[in-house]
């Protein structure tokens, strides 16, 4: 590898504090086709701050973005705010997921 630049993963996280709990996500996936589940949109991991209570994973839909020859074309960087995961947390809560419990990972597929 003399010569060649190392590539760096690109992390997206950070903190947000939503009634009263502090939160932290990640990106877990870009938009992307898999063999299994087809096309699935962004994939986003949200955990109380000290990441010993129950998961969120926000799952969005795939962009409905067509090339010319009319297939689904892949962003190469997807575009979200604190204000887009914040309304999926509040959808999340609404669901029934609580920040404060404990168990298994919470999915949900966010609406737009």
Known sequence: MHGQKKRRKRS?????????????????????????????????????????????????PMPNKRTGVGALQLPQRPKFSERTIAFGIRQAMLAGWDPGSRGKAFVLKVMS
Do not use: M
Not at 36 to 48: P, W
């Open 12 to 60: 997206l996280e950070g903190l947000i504090e939503l009634d009263g709990f502090r939160l932290s996500w990640q990106l877990l996936s870009g938009p992307q086709k898999t063999s299994v589940h087809g096309y699935k949109g962004l994939c986003i991991s949200v955990r109380a701050e000290d990441g010993a209570h129950r998961e969120l994973n926000l799952e969005y």
